[in-house]
């Protein structure tokens, strides 16, 4: 038996180095790589998801590409067209529900209206009530409620679709409010809809009825609190 792997150049973690390692003896692993050759914008590589439509979107630190199985589509910053990419540096992708894509950069947010085929863009300004507080948004994700959660390097935002309005959580000094002012690695929401933020700086959760975030944090004197304070991701099993 013949097993394909479809390996986009410079993605691969140190776990699929092994992964031959876990295939029985007899079965065949053919790895087929991608690089800027074969139209890849380029291969320094941040994320990777795979929309519900089943394409690939691959954000580089060049440009964000659209990939069907076979060809990519590369979309780019055109500095004289308002509905291209703001950015061509991507950090994070986010699928929303409505199936549209949310696209953090290192100058703005941006959503991707399938429909309309183009970018609608979000830009800083920190002295606006209702606008995103800095630029390089290092992280985006959508809660089961239809927020959209940023997070840029001091504040945590949460934008409401419907009203088109953003509320801001600021760094405190105090660990019972507190959220990271260091880049997150990755929030999740549990089916009990609490948000869960993992940060350089302890893993976060969120208090919806005080609207406030609580943390996590080692403590050595404590075998039972977390074992670092650098979170790199937070999954929900089964139970």
Same mark, same amino acid.
């Given at each position: 038996?013949? $097993?394909?792997?479809? $390996?986009?150049?410079l993605?691969?973690? =140190?776990w699929?180095?092994f ?6 003896q ?6 087929? *790589? ?8 380029q291969?320094? $590589?941040?994320t990777?998801i795979?929309?519900?439509?089943? !394409?690939?979107?691959?954000?580089t630190q060049?440009?964000?590409?659209k ?7 590369? &979309? ?14 991507? *950090? =994070?992708?986010?699928e929303?529900?409505n ?5 953090g ?10 429909d309309e085929?183009? &970018?609608v863009? !979000?830009?800083?300004? @920190? ?9 390089e ?6 809660g089961?409620?239809?927020?959209i ?5 001091s ?5 409401? @679709?419907n009203?088109?309005? &953003?509320?801001?959580?600021?760094h405190y000094n ?5 959220v ?5 690695f ?16 302890g893993? *976060?959760?969120f208090?919806?009825?005080?609207? $406030?975030?609580?943390?996590?944090v080692?403590? @050595?004197?404590? @075998?039972?609190?977390?074992? =670092? ?6 999954y929900?099993?089964?139970?």
């Amino acid at each position: 038996m013949r $097993i394909y792997l479809r $390996i986009l150049s410079l993605v691969i973690g =140190s776990w699929l180095l092994f992964a031959p390692i876990l295939i029985a003896q007899d079965q065949q692993v053919l790895v087929e *790589h991608y690089s800027i050759e074969d139209d890849l914008s380029q291969t320094a $590589i941040n994320t990777v998801i795979q929309d519900s439509r089943g !394409f690939l979107w691959i954000g580089t630190q060049d440009g964000l590409n659209k990939f069907d199985g076979y060809n990519f589509t590369i &979309f780019r910053n055109q500095p004289l067209d308002t509905n291209s990419l703001s950015n061509n540096y991507i *950090h =994070s992708i986010c699928e929303d529900s409505n199936g549209d894509l949310w696209i953090g950069t290192n100058y703005g947010l941006n959503k991707y209206n399938y429909d309309e085929g183009r &970018f609608v863009h !979000f830009i800083a300004d @920190p002295a606006a009530e209702n606008a995103l507080k800095e630029d390089e948004v290092y992280y985006v994700y959508e809660g089961s409620q239809g927020y959209i959660w940023i997070k840029t390097l001091s504040f945590l935002s949460r934008y409401n @679709p419907n009203t088109g309005r &953003f509320r801001h959580y600021e760094h405190y000094n105090d660990v019972f409010n507190f959220v990271s002012e260091l880049p997150t690695f990755s929030i999740l929401e549990d089916y009990k809809g609490v948000l869960w933020v993992g940060t350089k700086d302890g893993l *976060h959760f969120f208090d919806r009825e005080l609207e $406030i975030f609580k943390r996590y944090v080692h403590n @050595p004197s404590d @075998p039972t609190s977390i074992s =670092s304070n650098r979170i790199k991701y937070v999954y929900e099993d089964s139970k």
